[in-house]
């Protein structure tokens, strides 16, 4: 009865963390500029490789490949998000522009453009 248990959320782990990967990669080819498909790519991304990874832990039956793929999860929940923005701030600086349909340009007068107070 654990067998079967432990089939069905592994099962559902996958096909959840998959349909989470396929949105990011629908989302990376749909949307229209860089920081909507970064967006895509980091939260959606990251969150169906990191139920793929829970999965696998799930599954496992061995101590070390458990240990590797939860450190996994952690390193990448943690490292993702953050490198995503850090890109996303230097594709501002370098010159790529928000889509000319967007709203709000929060980034706007910030940095070097900024005027100074002297």
């Given amino acids: 009865m654990i067998d079967l248990l432990q089939n ?3 099962g559902a782990l996958l096909i959840i963390g998959a349909a989470f990967t396929f949105i990011a990669t629908v989302g990376i080819l749909r ?3 860089l920081y909507t498909r970064m967006h895509a790519a980091s939260k959606a991304g990251t969150l169906g490789a990191g139920l793929l990874l829970v999965a696998l832990a799930i599954f496992a039956e061995d101590h070390a490949t458990v240990t590797r793929a939860l450190a996994a999860v952690v390193f990448l929940m ?3 998000p953050i490198s995503a923005h850090l890109l996303a701030k230097a594709a501002y600086e370098a ?3 928000l889509w000319d349909r967007s709203v709000h340009d929060d980034m ?3 940095g070097k453009d900024k005027p100074s107070d002297s």
Avoid: F, K, M, Q
């Fill in 8 to 10: 069905l959320l592994v």
């Fill in 78 to 80: 943690l490292t993702a």
């Fill in 95 to 97: 010159g790529y522009r």
């Fill in 108 to 110: 706007a007068g910030t």
């Fill in 31 to 33: 949307l229209p500029d």
